[in-house]
């Protein structure tokens, strides 16, 4: 059978209708998934943001509660130490036969050391950080004893071996008149005042 021109040309047009027709079809398939595709890129991306966000906020708490962690323990550290420096100075003043009226702390702080000259030989080098701890402390002698006094500072150096005596000041007092009672007048004691700075390695 011989197809006419006008049915050949009917025939073309009804393939490339076809062809058109599905290549629409797969091209708005294809936007479908491409806008499918665009949706769950900016969720993943906000997603992920939001996540970075969070991620940077927790950074921040967790850095700032580790940096408050090491306060308390720093603080902690501190009264610890003041606590074991104080029976320290109390039991060189026990063994010494004196009594302490008096102790004062300063605010503790840091410093970097080098080997310095103590009694005629050269300390170790023990350059780095230290914590350093001013005090300063007041005892009375029994009586006049003076050399209670004298025993109570070397004691004191023997409990703390990285310490530092800026300052030594023995109060006398004057002898009491003859005649005088003393058992009428209150007799004042002689006394020792030492500064020192005490010194804690490695630094907190």
């Known amino acids: 059978m011989k197809i006419s021109s006008t049915a050949r040309w009917l025939l073309v047009i009804g ?3 076809i062809l058109l027709i599905a290549l629409g079809v797969n091209w708005v398939r294809q936007q479908a998934q491409q806008a499918a595709l665009d949706v ?12 970075s966000a969070e991620k940077k906020e927790l950074d921040a708490r967790l850095g700032q509660t580790s940096s ?15 606590i074991e420096m ?6 060189a003043a026990e063994q010494s036969g004196v009594t302490i009226l008096e ?3 300063s605010v503790p702080g840091q410093q970097s050391v080098a ?10 080098d023990t350059s780095g950080a230290f914590q350093t701890f001013p005090i300063t402390v007041t005892a009375q002698a029994p009586a006049r004893e003076m050399v209670s006094l004298i025993n109570f500072a070397k004691k004191v150096t023997e409990e703390f071996p990285g310490v530092y005596v800026e300052l030594v000041d023995i109060a006398v ?16 004691l002689p006394s020792i005042t030492l500064s020192l700075r005490i010194y804690v390695y490695p630094a907190s």
């Open 86 to 91: 104080n029976e320290a100075l109390f039991r």
């Open 40 to 51: 769950l890129l900016a969720n993943a991306k906000q997603e992920y943001l939001q996540n």
């Open 173 to 188: 007092p004057d002898e009491p008149e003859e005649g005088v009672d003393a058992e009428q007048e209150d007799e004042e």
């Open 115 to 124: 080997g310095q000259e103590g009694d005629g030989k050269k300390e170790a």
């Open 68 to 82: 408050h962690l090491r306060s308390v323990q720093d603080e902690f550290r501190r009264y610890t130490e003041s």
């Open 103 to 105: 102790i004062t702390a």
């Open 15 to 17: 393939i490339f209708a």
